[in-house]
């Protein structure tokens, strides 16, 4: 059984910087495809940046591309975010989330193809 627990988040002016990461306890997840999810209050979860199994190929929400950046070290069992020139809307709480795939290569985006979930890290951004 795989654990996912984030940390990196916190209180940031518009234009800084924050990485979250994602740790994998239990069992190794380097036959997943990761993800980073977030949800603003009163709205619905939304896929912001996904990563494959081996790490070769990423996909980003328009909303962030340019300026994060996904990226994993199977070797230990972590995942990042690099946000950068942060916004005010990218307020929410993160959330990393890990896929079971076969597939070296393949990005999942959709909530439905994730069955592991962290708890969430808080992002707050200043204006």
């Known amino acids: 059984q795989v654990q996912l627990v984030e940390s990196g988040g916190g209180l940031v002016q518009a234009g800084g910087s924050l990485r979250l990461s994602c740790t994998a306890s239990?069992?190794?997840?380097?036959?997943?495809?990761l993800g980073w999810f977030r949800q603003a209050p009163g709205k619905e979860r939304e896929f912001v940046a996904g990563?494959?199994?081996?790490?070769?190929?990423?996909d980003y929400a328009d909303s962030v591309k340019g300026r994060f950046t996904i990226s994993r070290e199977n070797a230990r069992n972590t995942l990042y975010l690099q946000m950068n020139s942060l916004k005010p809307e990218d307020t929410a709480v993160y959330y990393c989330?890990?896929?079971?795939?076969?597939?070296?290569?393949?990005?999942?985006?959709?909530?439905?193809?994730?069955?592991?979930w962290g708890q969430g890290t808080q992002v707050t951004v200043s204006s």
């Open positions: 239990g069992r190794t997840f380097s036959t997943y495809a």
């Open positions: 989330a890990g896929g079971h795939t076969l597939d070296l290569y393949v990005v999942l985006t959709a909530r439905d193809g994730y069955d592991k």
């Open positions: 990563i494959s199994w081996i790490g070769g190929t990423t």
